[in-house]
């Protein structure tokens, strides 16, 4: 039988990412032991209720005594405070990642409040739903999604080697990336993109007052796209937003432009152009398809047992 990549994990925070996490370490046989904590006590006594850790402790500083692996699944507006708390009671040789959205700015964050003898090795998986909390999470989360590693300066390469098995031996496929690049390209593919979800479900929203509710009642497949988007969680996202300003101004920008050429070829009647841009941006969905990322099966937002 192998032996497990890490001894004793502790996760910080039971949302849809952790409890996923603990489900695919447990698939795997991946950790020898899993502590999970989280602020809320009502939390808290859902994954006791569950079984999801093998202990669930009453705060992160008893949550990380004697772990080999510490993850943050915090909102990026608590992993500084997460980080002061747990400093001093990490193992030393232990290594400490975390899951957020945002990387430069949990670097700035986390980092300052980690002693030397810890190893720090940011990670993003890339996948989720909408939902969350412990009761949320499923061990096929993460195949074939996947999870970007961004090492720091004078990371230890066994340190991160570890952190990429592990991921692998949850499903994922990794790859390493610098903290700026990333908030960049996730700027692109989930950041704009949620944000843009949000302002056209509450465009619809203020339509509904006027249409009495028809907007709801005879909703297409790409507006409930856009509300299955929207319904991700609140903190988060504000967090995302906040803490990736830059990148993501960058790309509205960039979005706010195209959107204007479009504009004038509708007004115009410029169809040509029209049907080239959409032929274009065609393609990406045929590469994503084709890279496994999603599948191109018929699914109307009513797939039975959809995650």
């Known amino acids: 039988m192998t032996p497990p990549i890490y001894e004793r994990v502790a996760l910080i925070g039971l949302g849809l990412i952790a409890s996923s996490m603990c489900r695919a370490m447990q698939r795997g046989g991946l950790a020898g032991e899993i502590v999970g904590t989280a602020r809320s006590a009502g939390t808290r006594d859902a994954a006791r209720r569950i079984g999801l850790c093998d202990r669930v402790a009453d705060s992160a500083a008893e949550a990380v005594e004697g772990a080999d692996l510490v993850v943050l699944c915090v909102p990026v507006g608590a992993m500084e405070a997460v980080a002061r708390a747990i400093g001093p009671h990490l193992k030393p040789g232990a290594t400490v990642s975390d899951v957020g959205s945002v990387k430069q700015a949990v670097v700035a964050a986390v980092a300052p409040h980690l002693p030397e003898t810890v190893h720090f090795v940011p990670a993003h998986p890339l996948a989720g739903t909408e939902r969350s909390g ?23 390469p066994a340190a991160v080697g570890r952190l990429e098995s592990l991921w692998r031996g949850m499903g994922a496929e990794t790859e390493r990336m610098s903290a700026d690049h990333h908030d960049l390209v996730l700027a692109v593919t989930s950041h704009a993109p949620h944000l843009i979800a949000y302002t056209m479900v509450g465009v619809a929203d203020d339509l509904r007052r006027v249409t009495d509710s028809e907007v709801i009642k005879y909703s297409a497949a790409g507006f409930r796209d856009f509300t299955r988007i929207a319904a991700s969680d609140p903190t988060m996202w504000r967090d995302v937003f906040l803490n990736n300003k830059d990148a993501t101004l960058e790309i509205l920008g960039r979005f706010t432009e195209e959107l204007f050429a479009l504009q004038r070829a509708i007004r115009t009647g410029d169809g040509a152009r029209l049907f080239e841009y959409f032929s274009r941006t065609r393609m990406v969905r045929r590469g994503i398809v084709e890279a496994g990322q999603d599948t191109d099966a018929p699914d109307f937002g009513r797939g039975a047992g959809r995650k």
């Open 134 to 156: 412990p009761e949320a999470g499923f061990a096929e989360l993460f195949d074939n999604r996947w999870c970007l590693i961004v090492p720091q300066p004078g990371s230890a």
